[in-house]
C-alpha cells in the first residue's frame, strides 16, 4: 500500500470516528442519593421562633438556616415575638394550626412552650428545641449545656477564690430568668461546684432579666456591701457588660474574677480582650447552627412520625480569656451572611 493511499485512509478513519466518539462520551452517573436527598427537601416548611431577634445568638442562628434554605430549595420564615412570652404562645399556637414540617423553637424558659411542644409533635410537626430547653423533651435538642456551664464556672471561680488565693472566698452569682434552662441547669452545676468548696461564700444570688443596667445596679450594690468582693458568675454575655461596667467603676477589675458565658461573637471577645470579662465561656454560634442545620435535613428527610424518636447533642464549649483571644474562637453576623 502506497503511503499516500494510507494517508486518505487514515483521514477517512479520523471523519468516521471521531463523532462516534463524540457520541459515545461519558458523561458521569446520576448519584440517586444526591437526587433523593435534594428531592425530599424541596418545598418543605421551616419555621423559626426565637425569644427575639436582633441580638447576636438568634441573628447568627437565623443566618446559617437561610442560607441552607436557600441552598436546598425549602421554605424558611421567622415568627418574632420580639421577648413577649405571651406572643411566641400565639405565635406556636398559630402555627399548630397552619403545620409546618418543622419547627425551631427556642424556649423562654422550661414551662411556657412544653404543652404546646408536645401538642405540636401530636400533630406532626417536628420540633428541634435550640439553645434553651423546656421540660418537653422534642425531636431533637441543639445547644449548649447549661450544666456544664455552670460547673467550667465555678471551677474557675474556686480556682481563684478558694481560701488563701483571692482577696476573700466572696462569690456573686447573677442569673437572668430564674425559670429558663440557662439559669435552673447552670445553677445546678455551679452548686454542684460550690457545695464541694464550703469556703466559698454566695453573698449576692439575683435575677437581671437579661438586663445590663439592671445586672450594673445589682453589681453596684454589692461591691458597697462587700468590697472585698472576689468572684461573679453571670449567666449571658449581653447582661453581664453591666455587671464589668460596675466593677471597671468601682475600680476592681483585677479584684474581681467575672465569668460569663455567651454565643462567641465578636463583641463578647473584645471585652475579653479589654479586661471586662476574666473568662468567657463560648458555645459558639456558627458551630450550633451547622449542627441546627444538619437536624433540620435529617428530620425533614427522615420517614419517622413527629416524637418518635428524640435526639439532643449538647455542642462543645470554648473557654476564652485574654492570653487565647483569636479570630478562630470570635465571629461577626458578617461572617455567617
Known amino acids: 500500500m502506497s503511503k499516500s493511499l494510507l494517508i486518505k485512509l487514515m483521514a477517512v478513519a479520523w471523519v468516521v470516528f471521531v463523532p462516534f466518539a463524540a457520541q459515545a462520551q461519558n458523561k458521569g452517573l446520576e448519584n440517586p442519593r444526591s437526587t433523593a436527598f435534594h428531592g425530599e427537601l424541596e418545598g418543605k416548611n421551616v419555621v423559626f421562633l426565637p425569644l427575639s431577634m436582633g441580638f447576636d445568638l438568634t441573628e447568627g442562628w437565623a443566618a446559617k438556616m437561610r ?27 398559630s402555627l399548630i394550626g397552619e403545620k409546618p414540617d418543622l419547627i425551631v423553637a427556642h424556649n423562654p424558659d422550661i414551662q411556657s412552650y412544653a404543652r404546646l411542644l408536645a401538642r405540636a409533635q401530636a400533630e406532626g410537626i417536628k420540633v428541634i428545641q435550640i439553645n434553651l430547653e423546656s421540660n418537653t423533651q422534642t425531636d431533637s435538642y441543639v445547644g449548649a449545656d447549661w450544666t456544664e456551664i455552670g460547673q467550667q464556672a465555678a471551677l474557675a471561680v474556686v480556682d481563684r477564690c478558694a481560701e488563701g488565693k483571692g482577696v476573700s472566698s466572696k462569690v456573686a452569682i447573677d442569673t437572668g430568668v430564674p425559670t429558663a434552662a440557662s439559669d435552673v441547669f447552670q445553677l445546678d452545676g ?44 453571670g449567666i449571658w454575655d449581653n447582661q453581664d457588660t453591666g455587671t464589668a461596667s460596675a ?91
Open 67 to 93: 442560607q441552607q434554605a436557600e441552598r436546598l430549595n425549602y421554605n424558611f420564615e421567622i415568627r418574632d415575638p420580639a421577648w413577649s412570652t405571651d406572643a411566641g404562645t400565639r405565635a406556636l399556637q
Open 190 to 233: 455551679i452548686y454542684r461546684v460550690l457545695d464541694q468548696h464550703p469556703e466559698i461564700e454566695v453573698v449576692s444570688q439575683q435575677a437581671t432579666e437579661y438586663n445590663p443596667e439592671k445586672a450594673r445596679a445589682i453589681m453596684e450594690t454589692v461591691l458597697q456591701q462587700h468590697p472585698d468582693l472576689c468572684g461573679a458568675i
Open 247 to 337: 466593677i471597671q467603676q468601682a475600680g476592681k477589675g483585677d479584684q474581681v474574677f467575672l465569668v460569663t458565658s455567651g454565643g462567641g461573637n465578636m463583641v463578647g471577645c473584645e471585652n475579653v480582650s479589654k479586661g471586662l470579662f476574666s473568662l468567657y465561656i463560648s458555645y459558639n454560634v456558627p458551630l450550633q447552627g451547622d449542627i441546627l442545620n444538619a437536624e433540620i435535613a435529617r428530620l425533614l428527610r427522615s420517614d419517622a412520625d413527629a416524637g418518635e424518636m428524640k435526639a439532643m447533642y449538647f455542642n462543645p464549649l470554648t473557654l476564652i480569656t485574654k492570653d487565647d483571644v483569636n479570630q478562630r474562637n470570635c465571629w461577626t453576623l458578617e461572617d455567617l451572611q
